[in-house]
């Protein structure tokens, strides 16, 4: 047998026979989703005003800093392509 991480249940081992419980029915397995899901959504934590300007300007760098990079690329490409290639009608 092996220890289930989530609720500590005891489940077969993986290649074993032996018989599984019975689900429950469709209405009860929706009804304990939805009641998961609201035992989530009470861990959520709001961040502040502070850490949400912080968040901000964080994604807004990385952004700018990936655009730079993807500029970059793209005239080392077009360059390198220009110089192989040949530019027509110089």
Do not use: C, H
Not at 20 to 32: G, Q, T, Y
Not at 59 to 76: A, C, E, Q, R, T
């Amino acid at each position: 047998m092996v220890q289930d991480e989530p609720k500590g249940e005891v489940v077969p081992a993986a290649g074993t026979t032996t018989p599984r419980e019975k689900k429950p029915n469709v209405f009860a397995r929706i009804a304990l989703f939805i009641r998961q899901v609201f035992a989530e959504l009470r861990k959520v934590v709001t961040p502040t005003r502070q850490e949400l300007l912080k968040y901000t300007l964080v994604v807004l760098g990385f952004v700018v800093v990936m655009m730079l990079i993807v500029y970059g690329l793209d005239v080392l490409f077009v360059w390198i392509t220009a110089n192989v290639f040949g530019v027509p009608g110089s």
